[in-house]
């Protein structure tokens, strides 16, 4: 008899029905049960059922039989029970945790502990499914004696999440091309919730807004089976040059999409724009999928150009060491894509908080920050802890770059190794943080600007937030270098030629007095700034900051507010943004609600809501509702509003409550603050004219300081956001 069977016997097992594939983000109910071995469960035993901390399974209750995710529990035996759901009740990565205890009596052999999830008997909805496509498995573990050591079944559940049908395409272009020359065209189907659509077998129609129709690229393409919802476009040729936005519409005319721009020249530029998200992590680690499949994605899902795995070091084993590093080899194709190997140093922030390391190449050896979740201690004492280890480690190496960001510890800052430390992560799927960039600046640092997703759902550079404690979609690092190869790549982010983004290909080009954004340098003139910025929307703002060294945050000194002079609307922008603290579980709750005392709420439209959990829950003539959290990024509401100039709005949130009267209201932004880092909520009318997606203009400070910081904002009307690497400016006379 093989050990499996032994198990089986002893411990019991576990089945679930029904077995047919899942909906991502559907409702539905699903019947587990577990039948006892031959030890059975003892008075005060447990058994849990676990899934790993990427799977975004709606949280089990027990207290409302109308709400979703009621859960009920049931047995054939004389014991109680009780079920309870705990998040963080189980070792990493099985976080999500259904604690059934056992009382007041005992299971025994071949008694069966029954649970219903999404339980309907009493109006809920069901059992919210994860977002997310792939494989899920609910591990069991028994305590069969009251010990608390918990023996895993050997047999588990499993799911397979498939998609939710097709409800958006995605059309990426490069953001440069040269006439005549080759260059590629990627189009992918999602799901509401991110995911590749595989079975889409839709029709497409392609069209130019401007410009002639690339050569190679058909006006129209049906998608099979084998393209599994995404297919590459190679060998399409842009005729002359010019500013290219692709447009494809199904044919079905149930979606239709708009590329990023692609700027054509007549010859190859000396800087490359190449995207890339250098921070995410698979299932050698936290995450889910392996290091195989996530780099695939980035590849040939997303269409990124680079990209880096960032498993949490106490999760990686040398096993799981290996396998990273064997797809990072596998993946780098120079001029291609160019994978990294990497890993996030993972120490408490009072000991230097999380950190990208990135290698330039190929066979280094992890230096975790502990073994925490590593049974296998034999190299511990090739741990480095805390951050100034590491950095001694690393000392006169040119070839490892280290990310200090924000996530589920914070860097501490006053960690800082400059040779290592080119840059700081300012945006990803936890949020926006701009409180993390001012304090670099504050503290003197000469660092440029990054983002990336920090994906757990093997979704690199298209990384949804789902319905978890992911905030917002995953940023993007746009970096200006010669080639598409590591070397070129790293030079590029040590010099700071780089630029973050919400997850848009925003093209920007910024220079002061012809230098390039992540410089520092010594002017004896006045400094200018030339600013070209073609959005994937309309530009809303181009805004510079300037940081004063003793200052806390940076100055915005000068907004390039587009259509200021136009008149205003009837379109009411009712924006809130924040978070709440700086370590986890930093998400500010904006639930609330909007009434208008006279006239008419005509049309009431969302903004910038991150996933299909929020949104507009309620619209009446004088009343609206949300859904709503921030995690430093902008959410809100567009009402188009026909009331007399005396009418009163009256917002609430447990943020932020206030009056304010409707012929108050112009284009300049009213704001009212509302605590924590960053929390306010800001109303502005919208004005008459549309917004263009392509910004020229130069602006120069004509009080400079003898030493100041720059950057770049740029903000669309979508809400997405790029922020420039700063200029490091000393003037001096004379």
């Not at 002359?240 to 519409?249: A, D, H, K, N, Q």
Request: a neutral charge; glycine letters at 10%; hydrophobic letters at 35%.
């Amino acid at each position: 008899m093989g050990q499996s069977e032994i198990r089986r016997n002893c411990y019991g097992w576990a089945e679930v029905e029904p077995k047919k594939p899942v909906k991502a983000g559907s409702y539905g109910t699903w019947k587990f049960t577990y039948t006892a071995g031959g030890y059975g469960i003892d008075n005060t035993g447990l058994l849990l059922i676990c899934w790993r901390f990427a799977w975004d399974w709606g949280r089990p209750q027990t207290e409302d039989p109308e709400a979703e995710n009621y859960l009920t529990v049931h047995t054939d035996s004389c014991a109680d029970l009780k079920a309870t759901y705990v998040f963080k009740g189980f070792r990493r990565p099985w976080y999500h945790t259904v604690r059934v205890e056992v009382f007041n009596g005992e299971i025994c052999p071949g008694e069966n502990i029954t649970l219903v999830f999404g339980d309907t008997s009493g109006g809920s909805p069901g059992q919210r499914a994860p977002t997310a496509i792939g494989k899920c498995e609910w591990r069991v573990f028994v305590d069969c004696f009251q010990t608390r050591r918990f023996i895993p079944l050997s047999e588990y559940p499993n799911f397979k999440i498939v998609n939710d049908g097709a409800a958006r395409l995605v059309v990426t272009l490069p953001t440069n091309a040269v006439a005549g020359m080759n260059s590629w065209v990627l189009v992918r189907v999602e799901d509401l919730w991110g995911n590749p659509v595989a079975d889409y077998e839709g029709a497409i129609q392609f069209s130019f807004e401007k410009g002639e129709h690339w050569k190679g690229l058909p006006e129209e393409y049906t998608f099979t089976k084998s393209d599994g919802g995404v297919r590459r476009f190679e060998n399409v040729i842009p005729p002359s040059p010019g500013i290219y936005f692709l447009r494809v519409l199904d044919k079905s005319g149930k979606f239709k999409s708009v590329s990023n721009p692609c700027i054509c020249r007549t010859r190859h530029v000396k800087y490359r724009y190449l995207w890339g998200d250098l921070h995410g992590q698979s299932g050698e680690a936290l995450g889910i999928g392996s290091a195989l499949d996530y780099f695939r994605f980035a590849r040939n899902v997303a269409a990124l150009d680079f990209c880096c795995n960032q498993g949490n070091d106490f999760d990686i084993s040398e096993d799981g060491w290996s396998q990273i590093r064997k797809a990072t080899n596998i993946f780098n194709e120079p001029d291609r894509f160019v994978a990294f190997l990497g890993y996030e140093w993972s120490g408490n922030t009072s000991g230097g908080g999380d950190r990208n390391v990135i290698f330039l190449k190929d066979n280094e050896k992890i230096r975790r920050s502990s073994h925490a979740n590593i049974d296998d201690l034999s190299d511990i004492s090739s741990d480095c802890y805390p951050i100034t280890d590491l950095f001694e480690t690393f000392r006169g190496r040119n070839d490892v770059l280290v990310i200090p960001h924000v996530g589920g510890r914070f860097a501490d800052l006053s960690f800082h190794d400059p040779e290592l430390e080119s840059v700081i992560e300012i945006y990803s799927g936890w949020g926006l943080f701009e409180w993390f960039l001012n304090e670099a600046l504050a503290k003197g640092l000469k660092v440029g600007f990054v983002a990336g997703s920090d994906d757990h759902k093997g979704r690199p550079g298209a990384s949804a937030p789902g319905a978890h404690i992911f905030g917002v979609y995953g940023g993007l690092t746009c970096v200006l270098a010669e080639d598409l190869t590591r070397k070129e790549i790293f030079k590029a982010l040590k010099a700071r030629r780089c630029y973050a983004t919400s997850g848009k290909r925003i093209y920007l080009d910024v220079k002061c007095n012809g230098h390039m954004m992540g410089e520092e340098f010594t002017l004896r003139e006045k400094p200018t700034f030339e600013c070209y910025v073609i959005g994937t929307n309309g530009i809303e703002t181009v805004e510079i900051f300037r940081f004063k060294p003793g200052e806390k945050e940076a100055e915005s000194i000068y907004v390039h507010l587009i259509n200021a002079e136009a008149p205003p609307s009837n379109r009411l922008k009712i924006i809130w943004r924040g978070l709440r603290q700086r370590y986890r579980y930093f998400q500010t709750v904006w639930d609330g609600y909007l009434t208008l005392s006279k006239g008419k709420i005509l049309k009431a439209e969302g903004y910038a809501f991150d996933t299909p959990t929020e949104g507009i829950t309620e619209k009446t003539e004088r009343y609206v509702s949300w859904r709503s959290q921030t995690t430093g990024d902008e959410d809100g509401i567009i009402l188009t509003i026909k009331a007399p100039p005396e009418a009163r709005i009256h917002f609430k949130a447990k943020p932020c409550i206030f009056d304010v009267v409707w012929g108050d209201i112009e284009i300049s932004p009213i704001t009212f603050k509302a605590g924590g880092l960053g929390q306010e909520v800001t109303v502005r009318r919208l004005p008459e004219a549309e917004y263009p997606s392509e910004v020229v203009f130069s602006w120069t400070d004509q009080k400079p300081l003898k030493s100041g910081v720059y950057y770049v904002k740029v903000k669309q009307v979508d809400g997405a956001v790029a922020y420039s690497s700063p200029f490091y400016i000393r003037i001096k006379s004379g």
